[in-house]
């Protein structure tokens, strides 16, 4: 029953569009033929056509969906699925992932994890390029580092990346941004697990029941993907025992003593912390007529791992994943001028699908409070709560 459905499905998912190259009857006919044949009716024509491609386009939705659900059977095949000439439309594809979603309710497609994962880089790529405003260092360490460690054909450890700025200027946003990309379920997926140390880990008098339950969500997860991503936001504000545990999970190791290919899994600090040191450097820089796409890691690569070290204030700094050396990089996100907040207003606009005027851009970046003082040159909340104050705005 639920096959005959599916193919009905297909029948209505079927383009009113005829592929190129496709032959209009078995048997060839002369062009004399031809013309005495009366012409069909136009929709009668259109059926006839949809009918003759029914047979092998809806074997190419079979091999997407199979495979979709089911890739061991999918790399299993020898024969390929036959050519049609022309792409997949979108709309088809994007009904084929409603169907496959609805199909997967009943049924666990994927045990392994890995069927939903998508890893495009060209659209992570896209979205740092469009959509970010201002992070020049932390779209490009994020691309090249997250992309050169999914693309290695062996890894020996996870890929530990810390971000580190103000609050607004787009770490989570980053971090989300490379979720969607990388999963076709974005922060949905079951690869993905998300922690916030003031929401998941309030109370420090339980955090042995916060250890044994993150362990458990971290061996659980990656004992059914292949490629896990954990971003822990807050980092800063971590108890030391849950530091403390993740160290194995970043530590290197060996294929010998995992027993198979180890699993890929990407880990995500998000913190406030060197805040203030990259913001000080980078006024600096341009108080000395730096430009702000001057600046590289050299001029703050070596501050920010200082200021990390001698926080008081945080035990992530004097945690072992530093002495250790598990972090493989530290991002810095630049504190964001004027003209940075101005775009995310105009994202936050179109994002609302409202319509905006120049005017109302500059209004509703100038209710933001800009630092230092003298220079009002940083906004201090980056661009947080920036959709709040468009209501204020409208008509």
Not at 67 to 77: A, K, R, S, V
Not at 134 to 150: D, F, I, M, N, P
Not at 332 to 354: I, K, M, N, S, T
């Amino acid at each position: 029953m639920f096959f005959g459905a599916f193919w009905l499905l297909l029948l209505l998912l079927l383009p009113p569009l005829r592929p190129p190259g496709a032959q209009g009857h078995r048997g060839a006919k002369s062009p004399e033929q031809e013309a005495d044949e009366p012409t069909p009716w136009p929709s009668i024509q259109r059926l006839r056509e949809q009918l003759r491609t029914a047979g092998t386009l809806s074997k190419r939705y079979w091999a997407l969906f199979s495979c979709t659900l089911w890739p061991d059977h999918c790399e299993d095949q020898e024969t390929p699925v036959p050519p049609l000439g022309w792409s997949l439309p979108l709309w088809g594809r994007r009904s084929l992932d409603v169907l496959t979603s609805w199909f997967c309710r009943f049924q666990d497609c994927c045990s392994a994890g890995n069927c939903r994962i998508s890893n495009n880089f060209t659209g992570l790529e896209s979205d740092l390029r469009v959509r970010l405003h201002g992070q020049h260092l932390a779209s490009k360490l994020v691309l090249e580092a997250v992309k050169g460690y999914l693309e290695m054909p062996h890894v020996g450890k996870a890929l530990a990346l810390s971000f580190h700025g103000w609050s607004g200027t787009g770490k989570n946003f980053v971090a989300r941004m490379l979720v969607d990309n990388l999963y076709r379920d974005g922060m949905r997926s079951d690869c993905v697990k998300m922690f916030i140390s003031t929401f998941h880990f309030p109370h420090p008098k339980y955090v042995d029941f916060y250890k044994e339950d993150l362990q458990k969500q971290m061996q659980e997860t990656q004992r059914r993907c292949q490629q896990s991503t954990f971003i822990f936001d807050e980092t800063e504000k971590l108890h030391p025992g849950l530091l403390e545990l993740l160290e194995p999970y970043l530590e290197p190791r060996s294929p010998e003593t995992h027993g198979a290919e180890l699993p890929r899994a990407i880990f995500l600090f998000l913190s406030n912390l060197g805040g203030s040191v990259i913001n000080e450097v980078v006024l600096g820089l341009l108080k000395a007529g730096w430009s702000r796409e001057e600046i590289t890691m050299q001029h703050l690569e070596m501050p920010l791992q200082a200021e990390i070290i001698k926080s008081a204030d945080s035990s992530f700094g004097s945690s072992r994943l530093l002495k250790k050396h598990l972090i493989d990089l530290f991002i810095p996100f630049l504190p964001l001028e004027y003209r940075h907040v101005r775009l995310c207003v105009r994202d936050a606009f179109l994002g609302q699908d409202l319509p905006y005027t120049e005017e109302a851009l500059d209004e509703i970046a100038k209710m933001m409070t800009y630092v230092p003082e003298e220079e009002q040159l940083f906004s201090s909340q980056g661009c947080k709560s920036i959709s709040q104050r468009i209501n204020l705005v409208l008509p």
